[in-house]
T-cell receptor
Framework: AQTVTQSQPEMSVQEAETVTLSCTYD???????LFWYKQPPSRQMILVIR??????QNATENRFSVNFQKAAKSFSLKISDSQLGDAAMYFC?????????????FGKGTKLSVKP | GAVVSQHPSWVICKSGTSVKIECRSLDFQATTMFWYRQFPKQSLMLMATSNEGSKATYEQGVEKDKFLINHASLTLSTLTVTSAHPEDSSFYICSASTGYIDEQYFGPGTRLTVT
């Protein structure tokens, strides 16, 4: 069975600094998708970034980028120039390749605090 | 685009009663909807997957007779918690997807409190 592990329950970063959130996963599949979701206090899940396993190039979305290491089954999220609005729970998620009908498997999350 | 709504956003019910939560895709047709449960300070756990017009597929350990899921149209899925008990108190989140868009869109969640 696929599993997703986030080993950092809480992280803290100074405003304008950079922080990296860790995620590892376990799967025997070769094709899959990985995601980072943000859940602010409102509890609304917001997609931050996604990575297709068949792509070697790391995904980037503005201040957010990932370091995808397929052989190591590692998928870390780097947030650059951290802003107060980045404070939230961050969940790493895995989805087997099968279209959007496939269900997501979430890690336990990392609570990110941003200090002014 | 791609907005998913949930209603109600917050509900309190008495133990032993039933409560229905609606999940609607407002601007797209959702062939598949997912229901998650999130306890305080924990992650999202998938409860069931529903495809329009067919019976929901429940995850192991989820009582299908207690958590009734109906996906009668391409824009609406409902989760009914029957004979609710205090341990059913949780945050319930739905997500919706369509085979033509490689994405799942999440609703804002429903907080259920059973007294």
């Amino acid at each position: 069975a696929q599993t997703v592990t986030q080993s950092q329950p809480e992280m803290s970063v100074q405003e304008a600094e950079t922080v990296t959130l860790s995620c590892t996963y376990d799967t025997s599949e070769s094709d899959y998708y990985l995601f980072w979701y943000k859940q602010p206090p409102s509890r609304q899940m917001i997609l931050v970034i996604r990575q297709e396993a068949y792509k070697q190039q790391n995904a980037t979305e503005n201040r957010f980028s990932v370091n995808f290491q397929k052989a190591a089954k590692s998928f870390s999220l780097k947030i650059s120039d951290s802003q107060l609005g980045d404070a939230a729970m961050y969940f790493c998620a895995y989805r087997m390749d099968g279209g959007s009908q496939g269900n997501l498997i979430f890690g336990k999350g990392t609570k990110l605090s941003v200090k002014p | 685009g791609a907005v998913v709504s949930q209603h109600p956003s917050w509900v309190i019910c008495k133990s032993g009663t039933s409560v229905k939560i609606e999940c609607r895709s407002l601007d797209f047709q959702a062939t598949t909807m997912f229901w998650y449960r999130q306890f305080p300070k924990q992650s999202l756990m998938l409860m069931a997957t529903s495809n329009e017009g067919s019976k929901a597929t429940y995850e192991q350990g989820v009582e299908k007779d207690k958590f009734l899921i109906n996906h009668a149209s391409l824009t609406l899925s409902t989760l009914t918690v029957t004979s609710a008990h205090p341990e059913d108190s949780s945050f319930y989140i739905c997500s919706a997807s369509t085979g033509y868009i490689d994405e799942q869109y999440f609703g804002p969640g429903t907080r259920l409190t059973v007294t």
